[in-house]
């Protein structure tokens, strides 16, 4: 397999990108949901958290600058000659709210380290529902995107209906698609695996439906049951999968699925131990990605494959 990489993941497309190592920034921009605030729904969609999906984010509600700064510190073990960041705009939905607001704290994230002259924040990534990106939303992305890089996450988390009290349906997804798209602007796909009810077959349909588009980005995300959830309530004792190695085995079948150009932005979920319910073994996010290599040497196999 000389010359071919097995996964295109997205520290990998960062780092050709722009010549260096490039860290993500978890932030929490104090936005709330429209399937929280009654707009749409409440509770939010059964598996999420009251945090809204960034426990590990930073609190940037008050001060962008300390928390961009916090995030770098929580690296700095791991990465500590990195010197270039992508502000990560991650809990709840992060355009819904007045484009007035957006602008100032996605500026204030965008500046969050000119007086730092050697580290730089490179760009933005947003993460959102389909249903949120009005007209003058999109405006602004698209402002964005001109001057610096961009993404957008977008969490459908399945094709199969709305068992999961999303809120909205498939066809509103695929009509953001279409918009983002025309604009230029690069697409990532949530999608969550072990939902409950459904199948492998199901989640092989997700990944396929959302990869014949030209999206950017695929993150795939391990359900964690979650303390504090509706499927806490709702699906008591529920484990999405039986071991991790039946988990590995759904992802490296899923990879050979996937085209090779489009880059892989996680390939299971973590959350911190205090919240987690089942299964009792996804907090080991190492030995889930290291499990998920392992197989790919041993089938001879890698991203796109079975294309």
Same mark, same amino acid.
């Given at each position: ?9 997205? =520290? ?6 722009? =010549? ?21 729904? %409440?509770? =939010? ?56 607001? /957006? ?19 490179? =760009?933005?990534? +947003? ?59 690069? !697409?990532? %796909? ?16 997700? !990944? ?6 030209? +999206?950017?980005?695929?993150? /795939? ?11 806490? !309530? ?22 050979? +699925? &996937?085209?090779?150009?489009?880059? &892989? ?22 030995? &889930? ?19």
């Amino acid at each position: 397999m000389a010359g071919i990489i097995e996964i295109n993941s997205i =520290g990998w497309w960062l780092k050709q990108h722009f =010549g260096t190592k490039v860290i993500k920034l978890a932030l929490d921009g104090g936005f709330t949901c429209p399937n929280r605030d009654g707009t749409c729904g %409440t509770g =939010g969609c059964i598996f999420c958290s009251e945090e809204g999906s960034g426990e590990l984010a930073s609190d940037a509600i008050v001060d962008m600058q300390k928390a961009i700064t916090d995030q770098i510190e929580l690296r700095a073990e791991k990465w500590p000659k990195a010197t270039h960041f992508i502000a990560y705009f991650q809990s709840h939905t992060n355009t819904y709210a007045p484009v007035s607001e /957006l602008r100032t704290k996605y500026e204030a994230a965008l500046h969050a380290l000119d007086k730092d002259p050697g580290k730089s924040i490179v =760009g933005l990534a +947003i993460a959102t529902r389909p249903d949120c990106l009005d007209d003058d939303v999109l405006d602004l992305l698209r402002e964005l995107n001109e001057r610096t890089f961009l993404w957008v996450e977008l969490g459908l988390q399945t094709i199969h209906g709305d068992h999961i009290n999303r809120g909205y349906e498939l066809d509103v997804y695929d009509d953001a698609i279409k918009r983002l798209l025309a604009l230029g602007i690069r !697409v990532v %796909t949530h999608l969550i695996l072990g939902l409950p009810g459904e199948s492998k077959e199901q989640m092989r349909e997700s !990944v396929k439906y959302v990869t014949n588009q030209s +999206i950017f980005g695929l993150k /795939l995300h391990l359900l964690n049951l979650v303390k504090g959830s509706p499927m806490e !309530v709702m699906y008591p004792g529920y484990t999405p999968f039986n071991s991790p190695e039946e988990y590995i085995g759904l992802v490296c079948d899923l990879l050979e +699925i &996937i085209p090779p150009d489009i880059t &892989i932005h996680r390939l299971t979920g973590d959350v911190p131990r205090k919240l987690l319910i089942a299964p009792e073994w996804s907090y080991k996010k190492r030995t &889930i990605l290291n499990g998920i290599a392992h197989e790919l040497r041993i089938r001879g196999s890698h991203q796109g494959c079975k294309l």
